[in-house]
């Protein structure tokens, strides 16, 4: 059974960082894309950054280039995404997804065929 589970979310005031972390399980992690995207209620999922299979190469939405950073630990099938100098427009729910083909672009939730129930970023002004 394949599983994405996300942790880390939490209330944090505008220029705190955190970190998530999406645990996987039920498949070959090292043989997957990693992404994270984010959500906010009433708006469709907006890409944030995703990593290929073996870590060496990443890519990140215009918003996050600077603060964010995407990695992955696969000895612990495990994917992260620090977070930097938080905002209060990044508020949402963050969601790890993952692929091992697609057609299209990695930007887009459709390429990526697993994903988790997210875990909730609140940043206070």
């Known amino acids: 059974q394949v599983q994405l589970v996300e942790s880390g979310g939490r209330l944090v005031q505008a220029g705190a960082s955190l970190t998530l972390s999406c645990v996987a399980s039920g498949f070959t992690f090292n043989d997957y894309r990693m992404a994270w995207f984010r959500q906010v209620p009433g708006k469709e999922r907006s890409f944030v950054a995703t990593?290929?299979?073996?870590?060496?190469?990443?890519y990140y939405a215009d918003f996050a280039k600077g603060r964010f950073t995407i990695s992955r630990d696969n000895a612990k099938n495990t994917v992260y995404l620090q977070m930097n100098k938080l905002d209060p427009d990044d508020s949402a729910s963050y969601l790890c997804?993952?692929?091992?083909?697609?057609?299209?672009?990695?930007?887009?939730?459709?390429?990526?065929?697993?994903w988790g129930q997210g875990t909730q970023v609140t940043v206070s002004s």
């Open positions: 990593i290929n299979e073996s870590g060496m190469t990443t």
């Open positions: 997804a993952g692929t091992r083909t697609w057609s299209g672009t990695i930007v887009s939730p459709t390429a990526y065929a697993y």
